[in-house]
């Protein structure tokens, strides 16, 4: 790999700009692309082909009338939004950090949202509908909402349903989840708008503290990720959501 | 903006490869480009070796970084890029294969200072 190249990629890279490396597999020739940059010389088709596996972050061998080209591509951090800055937070930031998330933690109390308890994320201590709408939720980015205020929950949660996030889940129990239907329905979501909230949040390990939950919410992300059913979902609960 | 340095340092594999080229190292990077079967890193996984067999990343589960190592060395000195396949069928396995049956192709590429 050039010098150049590999500037290019950790520049693009610390300015969140997608960016794809295509390498000619017969003789390592390299070329760059962005949404609205070329830079080397590349088959149009192989272009467009790039900027579709860029959008879904697909790297992968792409041939074309005999040629061969790795398309490697370089996405900015997937994103999660945690709404409270509460006990369980505590736990998922790091836990969320070591998966690869860039952690964002949005609460307006100034005792709950403090540098002492979160010494190492991005703390956001406006109202959660400002801060969301700030911080523009897209398809790599997961909301969970952890105050059980639907002061603080209910105005994320309205922003996170009108964005593209990959990943909606709040915590609470099924009962509370019930009557946080009940109010966005009253606010005008459709039921298939709602059916994208997974609540309450997790897997059902059987998680009771704030460590286990967080893993439990974390597994759960991760799968709706990869797009595969979440197991263990449907049959019991997390011992601290049926509280 | 977000301050996550403290974790993700174990996961800027380029970035450490910068690093390491900015001290006047010889770096070569090893990237898996195609999966076949269950392999155990998917497709842009990369493994990052400096000329004493310091190493940061993956392309397996631990099963093929010792040969992929052993031709890293080779293009850190030559700069010729190579493409390396390794598999259950591959004549080596029993000291390279992929015990879990899949079949990796791995580029490796000197990183020009």
């Not at chain 2, 490869?17 to 269950?38: M, Q």
Request: net charge negative; glycine share 8%; aromatic share 4%.
């Amino acid at each position: 790999m050039k010098r150049a190249t590999f500037d290019a990629i950790q520049t693009a890279r610390a300015g969140k700009t997608p960016i794809a490396l295509v390498v000619d597999l017969s003789d390592g020739t390299e070329a760059l692309v962005t949404a609205e940059t070329v830079d080397g010389s590349l088959p149009d088709e192989i272009v467009a082909e790039t900027r579709t596996r860029l959008r879904d972050s697909k790297s992968g061998v792409v041939e074309r009338d005999g040629g061969r080209w790795f398309v490697d591509c370089h996405n900015p951090s997937l994103r999660v939004i945690v709404v409270g800055a509460v006990h369980i937070t505590q736990t998922l930031v790091p836990m969320a950090a070591v998966a690869g998330y860039e952690v964002v933690v949005i609460d307006p109390r100034a005792s709950f949202a403090t540098r002492e308890r979160f010494p190492n994320v991005q703390l956001v201590d406006d109202w959660p509908d400002e801060a969301m709408e700030a911080l523009a939720p897209d398809r790599r980015t997961a909301v969970i909402t952890l105050t059980h205020d639907p002061k603080l929950d209910d105005p994320a949660l309205h922003v996170a349903l009108r964005s593209e996030a990959f990943y909606i889940a709040c915590l609470g129990s099924r009962r509370t989840h019930a009557s946080r239907l009940e109010r966005l329905r009253a606010e005008g979501f459709d039921d298939e708008t709602l059916a994208r909230i997974h609540g309450p949040a997790g897997l059902a390990i059987g998680a009771v503290s704030p460590a286990e939950i967080a893993l439990s919410v974390l597994a759960e992300m991760t799968a709706v990720l990869h797009e595969v059913p979440p197991p263990l979902k449907s049959a019991n609960t997390n011992a601290a959501s049926a509280a | 903006m977000t301050e996550n340095t403290a974790f993700a340092s174990v996961d800027d594999i380029l970035g450490t490869a910068g690093t390491w080229l900015d001290e006047g190292r010889k770096v070569a990077v090893a990237t898996v480009i195609k999966t076949w079967g269950s392999s155990p890193r998917p497709v842009g996984s990369r493994l990052v070796v400096d000329a004493d067999g310091a190493m940061v990343g993956s392309v397996s589960g631990g099963c093929i970084e010792g040969a992929v190592i052993r031709e890293a060395f080779e293009v850190m000195e030559t700069g010729a890029p190579r493409m390396l396949e390794f598999g259950v069928s591959n004549e080596e396995a029993w000291d390279v294969g992929l015990a879990c049956g899949g079949n990796v192709q791995v580029w490796v590429e000197r990183l020009e200072a």
